[in-house]
């Protein structure tokens, strides 16, 4: 009995030194949890978009009568700043939990007196001014009948067709045509007062960049190292007017180490976290870029192990972990968040009919003298023949 004292004697050592430990293991459905272990999830970045969306309904006031302008029908486009804002949740599908030593509630960003479960992070805001760069529309086409539209579209493709123009009779054929087009771009009647009446729709998405999505209104594609989403809800709409902006965010993904140790291990020494990484993001309107720049992005980082003193000392302010509540609870967290997809709210625009009329009228005017303009360069051109 003497000679199997020490070993009982170093066994309790040991086992003492591993309840000092902490180890970390990956969770499962076959997991159980002993004791005190605590579960915890690893963080991941999702992006909120908030965009307004303004309907443009053409109306005109006509002998004291105001009515729908039955011509193009109503358009949709993107006129308001967007906001987009980076949020941190936890990721249910990196799951781990802590065996021997556990780590205090102020090693999770979700315990706390200030805790929450959803964390803003920053975000970015597209001004009007930059929306309006790349896609300016034009209020008085709205207003125009097919033949006024199909007019100006050929002054348009004679503008850049011009130096095609070899021979005083080809200058004379299209100095004709030009007459003919402004012709059929002049409005006889002073009392047919078109106007634009503008509501909005305020549409609220939240994405993951690093998953791929299939639904209405937001879908998504993969091209070698690149993500593309697609924001583009027609459904909103439905039959009543015609969706002309669609926003895109492509995120070029960064080359990142792989981490199999816990694949092939029951546990490891020490919390696993993920090191978020730079990924290149871009936020297009109509294939224009709007703004460029790298975002870090949790779940598209590398997933590393940092010990405890180093956590405890907050060596690295990158470690952001999410005590898990419970199933049920945290089910109930995500569900309130992503309630958030496809919300909508409407609202009227500020504009007065007399300032959409007045906006009208001056792009009527400017199509007018773009057209004065291209006749006056080509009667020159048709001299020098």
């Known amino acids: ?24 293991a ?19 970045n999702l992006l909120k978009l ?17 009515q729908p302008l039955g011509l ?3 358009q949709v486009t993107i006129e ?37 479960d959803v964390i803003i992070k920053d975000s ?31 002054v348009l493709e004679i503008k850049n067709n011009i130096s095609k123009i070899k021979t005083k009779d080809e200058a004379e054929f299209t100095l004709n045509l030009l007459q003919l087009y402004k012709d059929q771009s002049t409005r006889a009647s002073k009392d047919f007062k078109p106007y634009i009446k503008k509501s909005k729709i305020r549409y609220t998405v939240i994405i993951d960049p690093s998953q791929l999505y299939s639904n209405p209104g937001n879908w998504s594609k993969l091209k070698g190292d690149k993500i593309s989403h697609t924001i583009a809800p027609k459904h ?24 199999s140790e816990l694949i092939n291990q029951k546990s490891l020494e020490g919390i696993v976290y993920r090191s978020p990484a730079l990924g290149k993001v871009t936020v297009s309107l109509n294939k224009q870029a709007l703004v460029k720049g790298s975002l ?6 590398t997933v590393k192990i940092i010990a405890v003193n180093d956590l405890k000392n907050q060596a690295n302010s990158s470690v952001m972990l999410f005590k898990s509540k419970g199933e049920n609870n945290l089910q109930v967290k995500n569900d309130k968040l992503f309630k958030l997809h496809n919300t909508t709210e409407h609202f009227d625009a500020n504009e007065t009919v007399e300032a959409s009329q007045k906006v009208i009228r001056r792009e009527y005017e400017n199509k007018l003298k773009n057209i004065d303009l291209l006749i006056l360069k080509l009667q020159e051109l048709e001299k020098e023949l």
């Open 124 to 154: 970015v805001t597209i001004s009007s001014e930059n929306i309006e760069a790349v896609n300016k529309l034009q209020l008085a086409f709205l207003t125009d009948s097919n033949i006024e539209v199909g007019a100006y579209n050929s």
């Open 236 to 259: 909103l709409f439905k039959d009543k007017a015609v969706l002309n902006d669609v926003i895109t965010i492509e995120v070029q993904k960064p080359e990142t180490a792989s981490f």
């Open 1 to 24: 009995m003497k000679t199997l004292q020490p070993y009982f004697i170093l066994l309790l050592v040991m086992l003492s030194s591993c309840s000092q430990k902490s180890y970390t």
């Open 80 to 116: 308001d700043p967007i906001k987009i804002t980076k949020l941190l949740v936890a990721d249910k599908s990196q799951t781990f939990f802590i065996k021997g030593k556990q780590l205090s509630d102020a090693s999770f960003v979700n315990i706390g007196d200030k805790a929450k």
């Open 72 to 74: 193009n029908g109503s």
């Open 296 to 301: 870090t992005i949790a779940q598209l980082g």
């Open 50 to 66: 908030e965009i307004v969306y303004t309907l443009n309904e053409p109306r005109v006031q006509k002998n004291g009568l105001d």
């Open 26 to 44: 990956l969770y499962n459905e076959n997991s159980i949890l002993l004791g005190d272990e605590v579960k915890y999830h690893l963080s991941k």
